[in-house]
T-cell receptor
């Protein structure tokens, strides 16, 4: 079974902090994704990566950056957290054109 | 770009059949996915359609009409555990095969 692991289920940070969300997958998938999910807006793609050290902007990249130094790990970085970045963050991975597998999500609150 | 529409909420009775519709507009189509998401949990993959027609998988079936930009998810013999959000997602035919999600349909199954 595919396992996508996000480092924290719940996280509380303060405005202006630099925040790191970590995601690890154990199935050697090329493609990894970061989404945020908000009521009424659904899942929105922030960034994705199709290979090590490669990254592409999704639909809402502003205020975020990503890092993929190893194939199994994809990190989302909030450079200077703001209250409008309070959300559920979901990481996903997939091999080639197969369906995505999601992690359990990180519920991030910015105070 | 892509635009995906699905009803926000639906209610159905235990043991009944329910159909959740999804319409989409996309500049290049390369498949449609349905995911199930229980409250507070990650989305899980249900079905995939890339050609017109019906795909059946136990109590769940999914239909696609590419010419109409239309899909539906059919749930038979509803059970209380089917209460969840159902997400329609469309994959583009571009190089990165980006997947865009609808806002989801929250299904409540009542006794």
């Amino acid at each position: 079974d595919v396992k996508v692991t996000q480092s924290s289920r719940y996280l509380v940070k303060r405005t202006g902090e630099k925040v790191f969300l970590e995601c690890v997958q154990d199935m050697d998938h090329e493609n990894m994704f970061w989404y945020r999910q908000d009521p009424g807006l659904g899942l929105r793609l922030i960034y994705f990566s199709y290979d090590v050290k490669m990254k592409e902007k999704g639909d809402i990249p502003e205020g975020y950056s990503v890092s993929r130094e190893k194939k199994e790990r994809f990190s989302l970085i909030l450079e200077s957290a703001s209250t409008n970045q309070t959300s559920m963050y979901l990481c996903a991975s997939r091999p080639g054109s197969q369906p995505q597998h999601f992690g359990d999500g990180t519920r991030l609150s910015i105070l | 770009g892509q635009n995906i529409d699905q009803p926000t909420e639906m209610t159905a009775t235990e043991g009944a059949i329910v159909q959740i519709n999804c319409t989409y507009q996309t500049s290049g189509f390369n498949g449609l996915f349905w995911y199930q998401q229980h409250a507070g949990e990650a989305p899980t993959f249900l079905s995939y359609n890339v050609l017109d027609g019906l795909e059946e998988k136990g109590r769940f079936s999914s239909f696609l009409s590419r010419s109409k930009g239309y899909s539906y998810l059919l749930l038979k013999e509803l059970q209380m555990k089917d209460s969840a959000s159902y997400l329609c997602a469309v994959r583009s035919s571009g190089g990165y095969q980006k997947v865009t999600f609808g806002t989801g349909t929250k299904l409540q199954v009542i006794p």
